[in-house]
């Protein structure tokens, strides 16, 4: 029984910073890798990046030195910082969860991020 659930989405200008958040039900397994998604309108979703256990995070190179994965000081709390947006980053961004070597995958229900000026 896992949920997740996105939120701080809007609309920001080109340049601007958001700063997401992904709540999640009950703890974080220490072996738990816990990835940012996003998905443009007419686009597969791709992946932005994740956070393992000891904090260590990997980024799509679209988003590397501009985002930021990191967890909150509850456990149970993921947060996406996004830095410099630009126009091509607007898409609705899901937190996702993987537990079990991948076995099992939840998704929350996503959180609109639109940048334009």
């Known amino acids: 029984q896992v949920q997740l659930v996105e939120s701080g989405g809007g609309l920001v200008q080109p340049g601007g910073s958001l700063r997401l958040s992904c709540a999640v039900s009950?703890?974080?397994?220490?072996?738990?890798?816990m990835g940012w998604y996003r998905q443009a309108p007419g686009k597969q979703r791709e992946l932005v990046g994740t956070i393992r256990s000891g904090g260590i995070t990997n980024y799509a190179d679209s988003v590397k030195g501009r985002f930021t994965i990191s967890g909150g000081n509850a456990r149970n709390t993921v947060y996406l910082q996004m830095n410099s947006l630009k126009p091509e980053d607007t898409a609705v961004y899901y937190c996702n969860l993987r537990r079990n070597s991948g076995a099992y995958s939840y998704w929350g229900q996503g959180t609109q991020v639109t940048v334009s000026s």
């Open positions: 009950g703890s974080i397994f220490s072996s738990d890798v």
